[in-house]
């Protein structure tokens, strides 16, 4: 099978989310120090879309994970511990030749320079995904299909599935886009650059940080990166310790799912793209204060956290609010993934008025409160 069919349709949409990608055995320090220094490591699982599906998962939502893992013992542990959070792994492929990537870290932070990950993916299983082995019945059964950039990043063959997967035909699902670059993947050149903006401007919903726009495409604001990205139903700019800036659109040039739009006016834009005018709503919500215990995950939990509002059809203010708590839950444990709060505890601390919810601060341990209340002391 070469890419989908014409006119694939989905009759009767069983499922929230879809998430292809790459997931991969994940080996973390039992103490800190240099990969040379360690005397040992647990094991554990990591990847950008599988930790969405998990995340969305443990939310309460039908979530599936779509990806390719060798016929080992590795991929064995990948698709059950997957599978434990509640993901539908019945479209995982396993590859009789291709191993299944394995990678080790270090305990410090992504952001510091003493922070040390050592891959061993090239050849994996899941690069060898492309428009002739992925089940596209499966990737297009669910209201929302998430990708990434990491993907495009594998092989020729992934990038390849990634244009099949963006381009816009009837049927295709609400697709939701995390530009995540990781400038070590790229095979040479500055090709990631250009094919990342291709693939965010051919997106129905997008997630890019501030700071890998400026290092991926020389941009520099939230205003100049919706500029330069202005198809996208919605934009999700993260802007870390500061927000998150989004940007939504009103009417929309080309297929775009309802569920994309919904957005509350707090600032207003006009642009056009496709010889279609539109009007944007930009919405900025500050970040909470957060006592961080690892910084891993939080870029896939905050994605999960904004996708389940907007699956709830919750205004923007209120879907990035929700990226912000699931985000939370994931920085204040050492892991990428964790329980997130319950939906009423987080919907209560979502409804509060700005100025709690700037006071509001969050350490280990705050997902299990009961009450709202609890959670608001000053920083």
Request: hydrophobic letters at 45%.
């Amino acid at each position: 099978m070469s890419g989908p069919a014409a006119g694939t349709a989905v009759a009767a949409t069983t499922t929230d989310v879809v998430c292809l990608g790459e997931s991969m055995v994940t080996f973390l320090p039992s103490q800190p120090g240099r990969l040379a220094d360690v005397p040992s490591f647990g094991r554990g699982i990591g990847g950008a879309e599988s930790n969405v599906a998990c995340a969305l998962a443990a939310a309460g939502h039908r979530a599936a994970w779509v990806g390719r893992v060798g016929a080992d013992g590795f991929g064995d542990h990948l698709v059950e511990t997957i599978a434990s959070y509640g993901v539908d792994t019945s479209a995982v492929r396993r590859d009789p030749v291709r191993p299944t990537g394995i990678y080790f870290r270090t305990a410090t932070d992504r952001g510091t320079d003493t922070h040390e990950v050592a891959y061993y993916r090239a050849g994996s299983a899941a690069s060898a995904m492309s428009p002739a082995n992925v089940p596209y019945e499966e990737l297009f059964a669910g209201r929302v299909l998430h990708l990434s950039g990491i993907t495009a990043a594998l092989s020729g063959d992934c990038l390849a599935l990634l244009r099949e997967l963006t381009a816009a035909r009837p049927g295709r699902p609400l697709v939701s886009f995390d530009v995540n670059h990781r400038p070590h993947l790229w095979r040479g050149g500055d090709a990631d650059a250009s094919v990342l903006l291709e693939l965010a401007r051919r997106s129905d919903l997008v997630f890019v940080g501030e700071d890998e726009a400026e290092e991926a495409w020389g941009i520099v604001g939230a205003e100049a990166i919706r500029a330069a990205v202005p198809e996208p139903a919605v934009l999700v700019v993260k802007r870390g310790s500061a927000g998150a800036t989004v940007f939504a659109s009103g009417l929309r040039p080309g297929p775009r799912s309802s569920i994309a739009g919904g957005a509350e006016c707090a600032g207003a834009r006009s642009s056009s793209a496709g010889g279609a005018e539109f009007a944007d709503t930009v919405t900025h919500v500050p970040a909470l204060h957060v006592d961080v215990v690892a910084a891993v995950g939080a870029g896939d939990a905050f994605a999960a956290g904004f996708l389940s509002a907007t699956l709830r059809g919750l205004p923007v203010r209120d879907r990035a609010r929700h990226g912000h708590l699931m985000a939370a839950a994931v920085l204040t444990v050492p892991g990428d993934l964790t329980e997130p709060p319950a939906r009423d505890h987080a919907d209560r601390l979502v409804a509060l008025d700005d100025d709690a919810w700037g006071r509001l601060r969050l350490g280990p341990g705050w997902t299990a409160a009961d009450r709202a209340s609890e959670e608001v002391r000053t920083p």
